[in-house]
T-cell receptor, first 113, second 115 residues
Framework: DSGVTQTPKHLITATGQRVTLRCSPR?????VYWYQQSLDQGLQFLIQ???????AKGNILERFSAQQFPDLHSELNLSSLELGDSALYFC????????????FGSGTRLTVV | GESVGLHLPTLSVQEGDNSIINCAYS??????FIWYKQESGKGPQFIID?????DKRQGQRVTVLLNKTVKHLSLQIAATQPGDSAVYFC??????????????FGKGITLSVRP
């Protein structure tokens, strides 16, 4: 157990729907990162939050949004889902954004049918 | 643009042999590098890291080498074991400014250990 908790582990939904993925960072970590992993794109950085504020954005679609709450957990919202959104979504956390490695959760596997 | 790439998509090694996994990076401003291991059904797991002011760092059975001249990173695994079978990613961190940070990952290489 890495200490980063992601729920749900698996999610199957239809195109056009909206889902919310949840992440609880490792105790004491203030920064949360979201990554998307697909077979042909590898691990793609989506967005980073630090102590409740958005700090960095990657190739995150406008249909996707995220937030980090006062208790530091984070949610990634995916809307108007398309087949191509099927992927593994990972959350990672670190004490602070700096030159240290991230601790990853075990991911949420999203399947859009 | 910035990219991190791995030279080989798969690597098959005999149990007990040493493994070398290579990675090229394109951003000369990157100052921190990490190797991650991802087993099936799990998230990436930190293996070892190295900062740009070093050219070698050793861990338990693993060594990371950094050649900034040619922008090359390698992971050496000594006495490879079946439990080392996984996908390995290199990652670089080059956007640490203030409260921002972003790891850029390579596409990954599968290490398969033959018994």
């Amino acid at each position: 157990d890495s200490g980063v908790t992601q729920t749900p582990k698996h999610l199957i939904t239809a195109t056009g729907q909206r889902v919310t993925l949840r992440c609880s960072p490792r105790s004491g970590d203030l920064s949360v990162y979201w990554y998307q992993q697909s077979l042909d794109q590898g691990l793609q950085f989506l967005i980073q939050y630090y102590n409740g504020e958005e700090r960095a954005k990657g190739n995150i679609l406008e249909r996707f949004s995220a937030q980090q709450f006062p208790d530091l957990h984070s949610e990634l919202n995916l809307s108007s889902l398309e087949l191509g959104d099927s992927a593994l979504y990972f959350c990672a956390s670190s004490l602070r954004p700096s030159n240290y490695g991230y601790t990853f959760g075990s991911g949420t596997r999203l399947t859009v049918v | 643009g910035e990219s991190v790439g791995l030279h080989l998509p798969t690597l098959s090694v005999q149990e007990g042999d040493n493994s070398i996994i290579n990675c090229a990076y394109s951003n000369s401003a990157s100052d921190y590098f990490i190797w991650y291991k991802q087993e099936s059904g799990k998230g990436p797991q930190f293996i070892i890291d190295i900062r740009s002011n070093m050219d070698k760092r050793q861990g338990q059975r693993v060594t990371v080498l950094l050649n900034k001249t040619v922008k090359h990173l390698s992971l050496q695994i000594a006495a490879t074991q079946p439990g080392d079978s996984a996908v390995y990613f290199c990652a670089e961190n080059n956007e640490v400014t203030g409260a921002n940070s972003k790891l850029t990952f390579g596409k990954g290489i599968t290490l398969s250990v033959r018994p």
